[in-house]
């Protein structure tokens, strides 16, 4: 399963006795990280940056807000988006703390198959007094665990995806001179120095984890993307559901839905796509806060959508006639396992 909230964390600490971290550093450091991560092919081109700046002493008073910068085959070439804005902080003087954030596609395996995610690492630097770097890898997929994260054991992709990432752990802890702190168990797994402990073993902390939170997460980055308002459809059924796929450029985006019931409507996110998916998500729901405003029953909203006119940029519905899932959370799953 692919989550919106990192299944996972390690952390490498660097110092030095004499000079300062510049943000240079931390940006070629975060590409080196990338390229272990790229020899093992569990991160390809493109992703997105951020950079920011602020005064240590006040963090409200921020020096460098750079972010969504697209990273291309070479992110740090000499003009790249990223690039200048490393020099932007580069050329500040001052107790400041820097932040660095790559946010990386990457690509799983399954048996036959080779699935990519937009987000299936983030690569997260610090820069703390100018003698402190703090190096953090985080990854949104379960495949690296014996049990997926809605409690399955999935033993070949295990055997395909957990040897690369200790691999690529070996290979980042060769290149900072430290084996890596595994971050704290969370609601989804336990890290450990080569990957994760076994939950076969040691159990999960929440039983089915990402039926759980996962939901709620995803409906509050979508939610954080459209104004509040009580003129929406109940989101939440226990029923069977009807629905449209959403793609723009051949990718699927998510799904909007509507129960068989009548009583609830709403769009589910097709997690690997990314922000994409969340951003075309929210123009999906305000579509139908529009159809609750006209007064439609949530099944006459669908149809509506349907009908209405073709706006590629927030993705086409692609078929004719609407499909159906036992459940939302059957639909869910589909959202968040391709």
């Not at 804005?85 to 990457?106: H, K, M, N, S, W």
Request: glycine share 10%.
């Amino acid at each position: 399963m692919i989550t919106s909230t990192p299944v996972g964390e390690w952390t490498w600490e660097l110092t030095t006795d004499g000079g300062e971290i510049r943000p240079t550093r931390a940006a070629q450091t975060a590409m080196a990280v990338w390229n272990e991560l790229a020899e093992r092919k569990l991160v390809v081109p493109g992703g997105k940056a951020i950079v920011r700046v602020c005064n240590r002493n006040d963090p409200r008073d921020v020096r460098v807000d750079a972010s969504g910068l697209v990273m291309g085959t070479d992110p740090l070439a000499p003009g790249s988006a990223l690039a200048q804005a490393v020099a932007q902080a580069e050329a500040l003087d001052g107790d400041f703390i820097v932040f660095v954030r790559l946010e990386c596609p990457g690509l799983w395996l399954e048996p036959g198959f080779t699935y990519r995610a937009e987000k299936l690492f983030a690569i997260h630097l610090e820069i703390w007094g100018g003698n402190l770097l703090v190096v953090a890898l985080e990854t949104f997929a379960d495949v690296w665990l014996t049990m997926d994260t809605r409690d399955r054991e999935q033993p070949e992709v295990y055997a395909a995806n957990a040897p690369r990432l200790a691999a690529a752990l070996r290979g980042i802890s060769t290149l900072l001179g430290s084996a890596p702190t595994p971050g704290d168990e969370n609601r989804h797994a336990a890290p450990s120095v080569t990957g994760f402990k076994d939950p076969r073993s040691e159990g999960f902390a929440y039983d089915d984890s990402w039926g759980t939170f996962e939901g709620l997460s995803r409906a509050n980055l979508l939610d954080s993307r459209i104004p509040q308002s009580e003129d929406d459809y109940e989101q939440i059924t226990e029923g069977s559901v009807r629905y449209f796929t959403i793609q723009r450029d051949g990718r699927t985006l998510g799904f909007v839905w509507a129960s068989i019931d009548d009583t609830a409507a709403g769009y589910v996110p097709r997690t690997a796509a990314g922000d994409e998916a969340f951003d075309a998500g929210a123009a999906w729901l305000l579509g139908l806060r529009e159809a609750h405003g006209r007064g439609l029953s949530p099944l006459a909203a669908l149809d509506w959508l349907a009908m209405g006119p073709a706006r590629p940029e927030i993705g086409v519905i692609v078929e004719e006639t609407p499909q159906e899932a036992p459940s939302l959370d059957e639909l869910e799953e589909l959202s968040g396992r391709y």
